[in-house]
């Protein structure tokens, strides 16, 4: 594209990565086409088949290393770098530069990095929950099937625990209770190849309670928790710590989330 998109407003948003970014970004990506623009969102190749089959108000396009080669370690970073040329161009209307990695920290004292990432896009920070996606009931079918045959149980006879404890850094943590008083299993969210976290969506809105780190699971969840508090007003919500980060240290801020068992 070599020239100014004419008769319709652009923006261009920069966040290649990683996988919570991509859902707490998505609802501003909503926010801008929702008030008439055309949303360009260059992604790494991991979460481009979520931007294009899942979220039908974005334009994604794929970042790779052929065509934006890595400037050093930090690939968000380097991505940063090579997209905020991009958006120098003169193309874009609008360019929201949301991955914090420049020279100089966007995050103020007093932020959340999800606050953060909704001052500089100037969308309301209550849009961060109101996440919209396409459902593949098909693939939400094959994960019920999936966690009822491992579990041997039958979802919607059974009380639950669904349960996320991976992050990308700090590997699994423990689940906080050896025994729930309302559960009948403590099922986990696992990758499985050739679907999303989006497609364990049909267990979650039949969970009991959602035990899970902040992480892209936990990303997920919040992003559509006043959805799912709707289709399941009973519904406990626990925030769990991750072991890297010292006492008192969160990420999001999680309203609707237990914390008692953050340390």
Not at 17 to 26: E, N, P, R
Not at 219 to 228: G, M, S, W
């Amino acid at each position: 594209m070599s020239k100014k998109i004419q008769d319709q407003r652009t923006v261009l948003i920069i966040q290649s990565g990683a996988m919570g970014d991509i859902y707490l970004v998505a609802p501003i990506a909503r926010h801008y086409r929702l008030n008439g623009y055309t949303v360009f969102w260059p992604v790494r190749e991991p979460y481009f088949n979520l931007v294009e089959n899942y979220f039908p108000y974005v334009n994604v396009g794929l970042v790779d290393d052929e065509k934006y080669p890595p400037l050093h370690d930090d690939w968000l970073r380097s991505d940063t770098i090579h997209l905020k040329k991009l958006g120098e161009s003169g193309i874009y209307d609008v360019v929201l530069n949301l991955a914090d990695r420049g020279p100089e920290p966007l995050q103020r004292p007093d932020e959340t990095f999800e606050e953060t990432k909704y001052r500089i896009a100037r969308v309301p920070i209550y849009f961060r929950n109101h996440l919209l996606w396409d459902r593949n009931e098909e693939k939400e079918n094959d994960i019920i099937d999936f966690v009822e045959k491992k579990y041997a149980m039958d979802i919607t006879l059974s009380k639950f625990v669904l349960a996320h404890l991976e992050s990308s850094n700090d590997g699994k943590e423990e689940f906080p209770l050896k025994y729930h008083e309302y559960s009948d299993a403590v099922v986990e969210v696992e990758k499985i190849e050739g679907y999303e976290i989006v497609d364990w969506w049909g267990v979650a809105i039949r969970a009991t309670a959602i035990y899970a780190v902040e992480s892209s699971f936990h990303q997920f969840i919040e992003a559509a928790v006043f959805r799912l508090m709707h289709i399941n007003s009973e519904i406990e919500l626990q925030l769990l710590s991750r072991s890297s980060l010292s006492p008192g240290t969160r990420y999001t801020n999680s309203w609707e989330w237990g914390k008692k068992y953050m340390k």
